[in-house]
């Protein structure tokens, strides 16, 4: 089976600073796409950052980027400047299978801002 | 333009009676997704359209669950004789689809409750 572990269920962030969600995942796979979305309390899932695997470059989006480490299948996620609006679920999901392209999402970590 | 709408937000029912849940993804995207979030299961993909086609129905739990696409665009869920295990919320995502899997756009849910 294809597996998602976000090891930590909850995290907190003191405003401006930075927080580093973890994901590491198993397939057989060699090329997949990686994303990070993000679930605030109004249920609307949002597109976070996207990684293509066969791209050795770390992905970044402002203040979102991710450490992907291919070999050993973790695929983390550095929120710098932290803000009263990253607070939410967040969902790291691989996405496999050639073009049908359907995310197998992890069990969230639940991020809280401190200001 | 427009995002990924889904009608009812939210919908109690009875348990045994049928429910239909409706997605209207974004112009132009040819793939469609749905997918369950409920506590006990996290997030699962349900089903996946490439135009009017379910290529893949491996995801959907029972057959009292079935779905259809009609002109490319709208999908309906629909769920027959629902049981209180059916309580989740159902969520609907677009993408560009072909041999590129792209990034998907989801909706804002629909709660079903079944009492």
């Known amino acids: 089976a294809q597996t998602v572990t976000q090891s930590q269920p909850e995290m907190s962030v003191q405003e401006a600073e930075t927080v580093t969600l973890s994901c590491t995942y198993d397939?057989?796979?060699?090329?997949?796409?990686l994303f990070w979305y993000k679930q605030p309390p109004s249920r609307q899932m949002i597109l976070v950052i996207r990684q293509e695997a066969y791209k050795q470059q770390n992905a970044t989006e402002n203040r979102f980027s991710v450490n992907f480490q291919k070999a050993a299948k973790s695929f983390s996620l550095k929120i710098s400047d932290s803000q009263l609006g990253d607070a939410a679920m967040y969902f790291c999901a691989p996405s496999y299978g050639g073009s049908q392209g359907n995310l197998i999402f992890g069990k969230g970590t639940k991020l809280s801002v401190k200001p | 333009g427009a995002g990924v709408s889904q009608s009812p937000s939210n919908k109690v029912t009875e348990k045994g009676k049928d429910v239909e849940l409706r997605c209207d993804p974004i112009?132009?995207?040819?793939?469609l997704y749905w997918y369950r979030q409920s506590l006990g299961q996290g997030l699962e993909f349900l089903i996946y359209f490439q135009g009017n086609s379910a290529p893949d129905k491996s995801g959907l739990p029972s057959d009292r669950f079935s779905a259809e696409r009609t002109g490319g665009s709208v999908s309906t869920l629909t769920i027959q004789r629902t049981q209180q295990e059916d309580s989740a919320v159902y969520l609907c995502?677009?993408?560009?689809?072909?041999?590129?899997?792209?990034?998907?756009?989801f909706g804002p849910g629909t709660r079903l409750t079944v009492t």
């Open positions: 112009s132009g995207h040819t793939a």
């Open positions: 397939t057989s796979e060699s090329d997949y796409y």
């Open positions: 995502a677009s993408s560009l689809g072909g041999s590129i899997v792209y990034e998907q756009y």
